[in-house]
Nanobody, 116 residues
Framework: QVQLVESGGGLVQAGGSLRLSCAASGRHFSSYVMGWFRQAPGKGREVVAA????????DYADSMKGRFTISRDNAKNTVYLQMNSLKAEDTAVYYC?????????WGQGTQVTVSS
């Protein structure tokens, strides 16, 4: 069982920045493929970014490229999402996901609200 706890959400003005963190349990964190997803009010959950276990391969949704950066610290069992140049349309609940051993695990989410 993998447990994920997100933090770092909050209220920020358009153009501002936030860094989200996701702390994971387990001894095999460096083997987890990690991802960030988000869900805006009235919309489905969408992928934001993903990173492999070593942290040397990342992928982003087109609308986030150049503004968001995913990274991880395997010594701390933590994955991060640095979000810059935030827009009102980035307002959503952001979720962390781990994929390991054929199973997926989700965190409880953290709210990000961007005021225009």
């Amino acid at each position: 069982q993998v447990q994920l706890v997100e933090s770092g959400g909050g209220l920020v003005q358009a153009g501002g920045s936030l860094r989200l963190s996701c702390a994971a349990s387990g001894r095999h964190f460096s083997s987890y493929v990690m991802g960030w997803f988000r869900q805006a009010p009235g919309k489905g959950r969408e992928v934001v970014a993903a990173i492999n276990g070593k942290g040397d391969s990342t992928d982003y949704a087109d609308s986030m490229k150049g503004r968001f950066t995913i990274s991880r610290d395997n010594a701390k069992n933590t994955v991060y999402l640095q979000m810059n140049s935030l827009k009102a349309e980035d307002t959503a609940v952001y979720y962390c996901k781990a994929l390991w051993n054929g199973r997926q695990y989700w965190g409880q989410g953290t709210q990000v609200t961007v005021s225009s």
